[in-house]
């Protein structure tokens, strides 16, 4: 039965006409405190905010922690990258030096080391040449003979080919790229976990390093993680000063034509901009960052918002033409309005709330300023927008503001009305015909979708390695930044990686001196999963094993320790693994020893080489299985492993959010209709035309090769949010109708005149989301393509498919479709009217009782 809401409504009512000056005030008020929440709020680049509470993480994070005063120095560094013809001729290396040298002598830049093939050639030169000064002085003073023949004595040292280029050649000592290093002491501690995160202390750092570069001579170029984490923060910037004024120019052309009045376009754009600020201040308030996927969030916001003020507006003028007053028409339209912006409100913020089942935090974060932004859009455009308009209404006739059309959008006996009336032409021949068709269409789409492939990679959230020249060509403040990092990161991995993989970290927690330590970590190595590297029929990697075999063959003294505690004579200790640990730590290589084992020897580390032609899942797969391996507790990490969790993340995140959003949609459907409306199998309906949409909306990401990623993950959930809107206007319209009117007059009533608003809603919005493919992040674009085409399908699916879902329903749910829910056949002037076409008679007739009678 349903329940009495028409007080609750009436209260509202009462303010909104009565005492409309008094609401609009306490908006403001609110406004400006929400307004003092901009302030607060910050930003939260990068792909660092993925990985948090992740296993696989957590175990790097641990490993950077226990090894950090040595492994953890790459995010403490600069590395200069040197190109040329040959950059291990003696002028280029002069370069590398004198560069380093000259960014040394800046107290500021902390610099605690250098290193570069540069020195090492320049040592080899003179052994005693430990500073940089003295390296410049020792290649100053060799001839190009003696520097050729340095750099052919270093062809087999690690320390100076894992500086070199690929297309390093020894016997013409000539190289066409080498990499410096610049360690930095920096005075806080630095994050190492995978990825990259928007903030980071050597940004500062290195940006000073790049300007003493570039006022050097050579090309060199500065590279780090600040350098990252800069161009992450700046990307969204960029991206935010490039979508927002194109999303508005878009956004008021559609809302020009929607409202054709210039008070209304300006009173829905003000209420656009208050619920923007309205949910940024409460994300200020609430301390939540901003993330990339937040970017999303004001797009979204004008979506709903412009759908209610076309809404608001729209039905308003069609009381007015009626002939009803101001205070009248107000109130009969929001009458209407004010329960389908709460189902709406309510559908739509289930559907962002599901991300909360998300394991990522991003993503949690956005569905709940999503969430909010909406609640506050209905109450914006629910009370706000109609007091004002109100007040304003009252007040016009004596303002010099010429008035344009207030005729609404969609009306019987037009050309859109026909057009918008083709759902209805079907329902009234082939209902369940096409409705049988429509759910087979559904069925194909949702089983092609099922092949969506998953992505999560670093460059997601970089701008392109070249930025398109529309976008180059636009004027201040809006020409986005010169960017380098995706160029620099192509050129590292095609001349110093190009034939190499990744690698995955083992991290094992178990006491390193007892007997068997070192033994287990090598005989894990045997017969290696098909994904890693193999050596000798060994899996190819680096340990404090490889340490003590390597340093054996140095150190005659430590040889013979090991060869007196080595059991079966394979070179690794087995007995006093202390002493022998003991002796390492005060060697020339302890600094070695603490990359791959834990200061208290509780824990160590082994890198395993991945190829460079498997997939991140097979490598993932395969680091598992070989942590499953050791007897004592281990676990795969590094950013293969790291990045590939996130990206099963993605994965089940929209699936459970979309599993989450129907389930919660369908509930709270079934109880609004139940208690607004006494009619709970009309959400059965209601739903079909999301199903479409959903199903429709992933059949397109695999067909246009669109991937579940950061971004996207949360489209299918947001298609429930988005597309529920549309839905909701038609049913609730409908069913108000029907109270009144035969099935198919009511119908035919409800496409045109909430079609209209919805085709108006349906352009806007699109094209206002659709500048997202502006973005400077591909993904972003990607966002923005499925959204708009998520609005399209959802607007075609309510117009189209819904008429004959709400077909079927109405022969189960009523005795005959000739006679109004109401019981009492329609009287003859209506069905005149029905049969004219004609829209203002037809209001005028059903007026007094259909619309001031509610």
Do not use: C
């Not at 007196?564 to 690794?572: F, K, T, V």
């Amino acid at each position: 039965m349903a329940y009495d809401y028409q007080g609750v409504v009436d209260w509202v009512d009462d303010h909104i006409v009565e005492r409309p000056g008094q609401v609009m005030l306490a908006f403001f008020v609110l406004t400006a405190l929400f307004a003092v929440g901009l302030g607060n709020v910050s930003t939260e680049a990068g792909t660092s905010q993925f990985a948090e509470d992740i296993p696989a993480q957590d175990a790097l994070d641990q490993v950077n922690q226990e090894f950090l005063p040595v492994f953890g120095q790459d995010t403490g560094s600069t590395q200069l990258i040197q190109r040329g013809q040959n950059v291990l001729s003696r002028r280029s290396m002069l370069q590398m030096l004198r560069t380093q040298e000259r960014v040394e002598e800046k107290p500021t830049l902390r610099v605690s080391g250098t290193s570069s093939a540069a020195a090492v050639v320049a040592r080899t030169l003179d052994p005693n040449a430990t500073t940089l000064d003295e390296q410049v002085t020792a290649l100053e003073r060799a001839t190009d003979g003696e520097v050729t023949a340095a750099v052919r004595e270093n062809a087999d040292n690690p320390a100076f080919t894992g500086s070199v280029s690929e297309d390093f050649n020894a016997r013409s000592a000539s190289a066409s790229a080498t990499i410096g290093v610049i360690q930095h002491s920096l005075p806080t501690e630095v994050s190492s976990s995978a990825g990259q995160s928007g903030d980071s202390p050597l940004t500062p750092i290195q940006q000073r390093v790049q300007r003493i570069v570039d006022a050097g001579p050579g090309d060199i170029t500065v590279f780090g993680s600040g350098i990252v984490a800069d161009e992450f923060g700046a990307v969204i910037t960029d991206s935010l000063l490039i979508v927002t004024p194109a999303a508005v120019i878009l956004i008021v052309l559609f809302l020009v034509v929607a409202y054709r009045d210039l008070l209304d376009l300006l009173l829905g754009t003000f209420a656009l901009a208050m619920a923007v600020v309205w949910t940024f201040g409460f994300l200020g308030l609430a301390g939540i960052p901003f993330n990339q996927i937040m970017i999303a969030v004001p797009p979204l916001l004008l979506a709903v918002g412009i759908d209610f003020g076309i809404h608001a507006i729209n039905r308003y003028r069609e009381d007015r033409e009626t002939g009803m007053g101001i205070e009248d028409a107000m109130r009969a339209a929001t009458d209407q309005l004010l329960v389908a912006f709460f189902i709406v409100t309510g559908t739509t913020v289930i559907g962002f709330l599901s991300n909360l089942a998300s394991d990522l935090p991003p993503i949690r974060d956005f569905g709940v300023v999503a969430g909010v932004g909406i609640t506050f859009t209905f109450l914006i455009f629910g009370v706000f927008l109609p007091a004002a308009k109100v007040w304003m209404d009252r007040r016009k006739e004596s303002w010099p503001i010429p008035t344009f059309s207030q005729r609404p959008l969609g009306r019987e006996g037009s050309s859109l009305g026909d057009v918008l009336s083709v759902g209805v032409g079907i329902a009234d021949r082939i209902p369940v015909l096409f409705v049988l068709v429509t759910l087979l269409f559904t069925a194909g789409a949702a089983g092609y979708a099922t092949g969506v492939d998953t992505s999560f990679t670093q460059e997601d959230f970089l701008p392109p390695e070249e930025v398109p020249s529309y976008l180059r060509s636009l004027p201040e403040p809006f020409a986005p930044g010169d960017y380098s990092v995706v160029a620099t990161l192509n050129f590292l991995e095609e001349r110093f990686t190009s034939s190499q993989g990744g690698s995955v970290t083992i991290y094992v927690e178990r006491p390193m001196e007892q007997d068997s330590a070192l033994e287990e970590l090598h005989r894990a190595g045997d017969n290696p999963p098909d994904s890693f590297v193999v050596e000798d029929g060994r899996a190819e990697s680096t340990s404090v094993v490889t340490v003590i075999r390597d340093y054996a063959e140095q150190d005659p003294e430590f040889a013979r320790l090991v060869a007196r505690n080595d059991a079966n004579g394979n070179g690794i200790p087995d007995d006093d693994l202390g002493e022998i640990y003991d002796y390492l730590e005060t060697s020339p290589v302890s600094s070695q020893v603490d990359r791959y084992l834990a200061e208290d020897h509780r824990s160590a580390r082994v890198v395993y080489t991945v190829s460079a032609d498997v997939s991140d899942v097979e490598a993932t797969e395969d680091g598992e299985q070989m942590a499953e391996r050791f007897r004592y507790e281990a676990i795969a990490t590094g950013n293969i492993v790291v990045f590939q969790a996130v990206s099963d993340l993605i994965f089940n995140s929209a699936v459970t959010s979309l599993a989450l959003a129907l389930g919660g949609t369908v509930v709270f459907l079934v109880f609004s209709y139940w208690v607004l409306d006494g009619l709970p199998s009309i959400a059965v309906a209601n739903l079909l035309p999301i199903v479409v949409s959903v199903a429709g909306v992933a059949a397109t990401m695999r067909l246009l090769g669109i991937s579940f990623n950061a971004f996207t993950a949360t489209i299918l959930s947001l298609t429930i949010g988005l597309g529920i809107d549309y839905s909701v206007h038609v049913v609730h319209r409908f069913v108000d109708e029907r109270k009144d009117a035969d099935l198919y007059t009511a119908l035919r009533r409800t496409v045109v005149g909430t079609g209209g608003a919805l085709m108006g809603s349906m352009f806007t919005t699109a094209f206002g989301i659709g500048v997202l493919v502006l973005s400077l992040l591909s993904v972003l674009g990607q966002f923005g393509v499925l959204t708009a085409i998520s609005i399209v399908y959802s607007f075609l699916a309510s117009l189209v498919v819904l008429p004959s879902a709400l077909v079927i329903w109405d022969r189960f749910a009523n005795e005959s479709p000739d006679v109004p829910m109401g019981g009492e056949p329609p009287n003859a002037n209506t069905d005149a009217d029905a049969d004219s076409g004609s829209g203002s008679d037809r209001l005028t007739t059903d007026g007094g009782r259909n619309r001031e009678g509610r």
